[in-house]
């Protein structure tokens, strides 16, 4: 009896064992996958900051006014990504508005492929958030469940905020957009 009582006990700290490992080869695929994220989003964060201080200044110099207010106080002021990300959103957006209300403005070539990229750097930005957001839903979610939550309090982990995407306030802006030109031809 004693015998058998010892062989299920060694079987099942094998099972615990093998358990473990799997769940900590789990969170480390994930945690690798969420870094990379992590790292370009940073990078795309970069790029956009300075295209879109580098494009407000030459608005601003075309307009001898400062229209754009500059996206490296933004940078500066944040050490928190997913903040900085809502700032220069809401930069990005200033900008669209301002392009689509002054129809009259029209970018020189050079000014016009800063422009461009910014909207392709944009879009990547957009795909690597969701990519990153996918991830720390997982990772989050491996959080919350037993017998993983357990690994992961032990480890030290912490949820993982998650990025927000801005289009609904695009149409928003042209919403605002339609009503000006529709009390403008009343």
Same mark, same amino acid.
């Given at each position: ?11 099942l700290l094998i099972l615990f064992i093998y358990k473990y490992r ?66 220069? /959103? ?5 900008? #669209?508005? &301002?392009?689509?209300? =002054? ?5 020189? +070539? *050079? %000014? ?35 017998? /993983? ?5 032990? #480890?030290? &982990?912490?949820?993982? =905020? ?5 289009? +609904? *306030? %695009? ?16």
């Open positions: 009896m004693v015998p058998y009582i010892i062989l299920i006990i060694v079987i799997d769940i900590s080869s789990n969170f480390s695929s994930v945690l690798k996958r969420v870094h990379l994220g992590e790292n370009e989003i940073d990078e795309l964060l970069n790029k956009k900051a300075n295209l879109l201080d580098e494009i407000g200044e030459e608005i601003n110099n075309i307009n001898d006014s400062k229209i754009f207010s500059s996206v490296k106080k933004a940078m500066k002021n944040n050490i928190d990504t997913i903040k900085l990300d809502h700032d220069l /959103s809401e930069a990005y957006l200033e900008l #669209k508005e &301002y392009l689509l209300v =002054n129809k009259t403005f029209i970018p020189e +070539e *050079e %000014l016009q492929n800063k422009i461009n990229l910014l909207a392709e750097i944009e879009i990547d930005l957009e795909a690597t958030k969701s990519y990153y957001n996918d991830n720390s839903s997982i990772f989050n979610e491996l959080l919350e469940k037993f017998p /993983s939550s357990v690994v992961g309090k032990r #480890k030290g &982990y912490d949820t993982k =905020n998650l990025y927000s995407f801005n289009q +609904e *306030e %695009l149409f928003e802006i042209l919403k605002k957009d339609k009503k000006k030109k529709k009390s403008k031809e009343a």
